[in-house]
């Protein structure tokens, strides 16, 4: 029998293991007038000399997961184009421990960016696909992708958050 993996809500504290969000809620705009407001340096990509700008498509499938990647040399940022992806993450980067496993709810008006190393999946689409801007170091799905098997397949337990 599956194990269970209970989505919980992104926030700031429930994150900082992984990474941090991207969102300007609760910031003030760095500029602005009445035509738009600017949010400067929401995440940061240190270290990287090129950057990639990728678009993946995430299928609509079922909510179970029996594997995980990991980049060991370089963050990521995950930014929905729209929809509500679920995604798995497993945190602190190091040695593999899929006890501390969680699942997140990206609610669409924020991204995530990974820490280097944290481990995840291709995020889970709640309601049709969805495509998620994907930024990292440019080589990284060749050069650097690795994935490790789970003990176990775990079904992702979504309840619809208010």
Known sequence: MAKKLEVLK???ENFKEFGSIISSEGRRPDAGDESFNWFEK??????IDTVSINILECKQREMKID??????QTPEAIIPL?????IAVVAPAGDF?????????IDGDRGIMLNTGVRHFIPY????????IIVFRHGTGANDLVFDQLSDTYDIVYKKQG
């Open 125 to 132: 689409p709640v309601d049709g696909n969805v495509n998620c």
């Open 97 to 105: 421990d899929e006890s501390k496993m969680k699942a997140f709810l």
């Open 10 to 12: 992104l926030t700031e």
């Open 67 to 72: 594997k995980i990647e990991v980049h060991r």
């Open 42 to 47: 929401l995440g940061a990509l240190e270290g």
């Open 82 to 86: 729209g929809g509500k992806p679920v």
